[in-house]
């Protein structure tokens, strides 16, 4: 069955990196999109970065140039690299599935599979 896996997160000080995977199964990943959101306590959940299908990304202005959104075939993944990482990121990251294209990133109704995410806390 379709399933997407969040791993990678943890605790991390202000300034500091980390690195998510989203390891899907269950489908081709070349046939989809591939969208990183996160919710953040008492807060909506948004959508910060996506991976089209033509290879493409999108990042939410909160998050661009801090994160990189990538593919790796080889393992069936997507990867948000996370840098410079503020007390604000702070929040559980998922992934989820798209057939539409990045325009859509940031709106979670076009999203049909979700994986269950992981917990980023980023404090000193």
């Known amino acids: 069955q379709v399933q997407l896996v969040e791993s990678g997160g943890g605790l991390v000080q202000p300034g500091g990196s980390l690195r998510l995977s989203c390891a899907v199964s269950?489908?081709?990943?070349?046939?989809?999109?591939i969208g990183w959101f996160r919710q953040a306590p008492g807060k909506k959940r948004e959508g910060i970065a996506c991976?089209?299908?033509?290879?493409?990304?999108y990042y939410t202005d909160s998050v661009k140039g801090r994160f990189t959104i990538g593919r790796d075939g080889y393992k069936n993944a997507v990867i948000l690299q996370m840098s410079s990482l503020k007390p604000e990121d702070t929040a559980i990251y998922y992934c989820?599935?798209?057939?539409?294209?990045?325009?859509?990133?940031?709106?979670?109704?076009?999203?049909?599979?979700w994986g269950q995410g992981t917990q980023v806390t980023v404090s000193s």
């Open positions: 269950g489908f081709a990943l070349n046939y989809y999109g």
């Open positions: 989820a599935r798209t057939v539409y294209n990045n325009r859509y990133c940031e709106d979670e109704k076009f999203f049909d599979a």
């Open positions: 991976t089209g299908r033509d290879g493409t990304t």
